[in-house]
T-cell receptor
Framework: GQNIDQPTEMTATEGAIVQINCTYQ??????LFWYQQHAGEAPTFLSY????GLEEKGRFSSFLSRSKGYSYLLLKELQMKDSASYLC???????FGAGTQVVVTP | SQTIHQWPATLVQPVGSPLSLECTVE??????LYWYRQAAGRGLQLLFY??????ISSEVPQNLSASRPQDRQFILSSKKLLLSDSGFYLC?????????????FGPGTRLTVL
């Protein structure tokens, strides 16, 4: 997506932690979504941040800094089923990042 | 509860043939509706969105068109497919309180143009 930057791919082992960063343009910003997309499937909602700080939801946490135009998704205690693409989507932009492919190895 | 349907699930079409993909939503009224395309290994590209019956906004110039004949029906069409139209087509809906709220995606249609 335009003006939304995420790493292309990250590899980690089972049980590890991975942090996926996302930077975006701050104009017209009104919150940020993270979606998970398994290969060949539709994206599904993971989290929504509208205020600065960390939102924790089980093994997944999402952080937002509005002034820096920066967010990250933190995946803890990685499981094989977490292998998927993770998409960053600033609300109000109708755009998604190209996604970060996370590969979890045994 | 709300559900979103897309069909067909897969489609193989020759170059130059027409296309019609259908998306319907159940369990909600006056949703915002979206069509996305995802090329292999790439991100989501917004093609069209609609905030109401007969209201279509196009994001990317192309040989595709969209229509919304009913409140919960969104159709993606082409008169003549190109090879570059191959991809994974996703329909999505969101609540009407502003664009780009949380979006709920249909199962997608995988289109291969030969």
């Amino acid at each position: 997506g335009q003006n939304i930057d995420q790493p292309t791919e990250m590899t980690a082992t089972e049980g590890a932690i991975v942090q996926i960063n996302c930077t975006y343009q701050t104009s017209g910003f009104n919150g940020l979504f993270w979606y998970q997309q398994h290969a060949g499937e539709a994206p599904t909602f993971l989290s929504y941040n509208v205020l600065d700080g960390l939102e924790e939801k089980g093994r997944f946490s999402s952080f937002l800094s509005r002034s820096k135009g920066y967010s990250y998704l933190l995946l803890k205690e990685l499981q094989m089923k977490d292998s998927a693409s993770y998409l960053c989507a600033p609300r109000g932009k109708l755009q998604f990042g190209a996604g970060t492919q996370v590969v979890v190895t045994p | 509860s709300q559900t979103i349907h897309q069909w067909p699930a897969t489609l193989v079409q020759p170059v130059g043939s027409p296309l019609s993909l259908e998306c319907t939503v159940e369990g909600t009224s006056n949703p915002n509706l979206y069509w996305y395309r995802q090329a292999a290994g790439r991100g989501l590209q917004l093609l069209f969105y609609s905030v109401g019956i007969g209201q279509i906004s196009s994001e990317v110039p192309q040989n595709l068109s969209a229509s919304r004949p009913q409140d919960r029906q969104f159709i993606l069409s082409s008169k003549k497919l190109l090879l570059s139209d191959s991809g994974f087509y996703l329909c999505a809906w969101s609540l009407t309180s502003g664009l780009a709220n949380e979006q709920f995606f249909g199962p997608g249609t995988r289109l291969t143009v030969l």
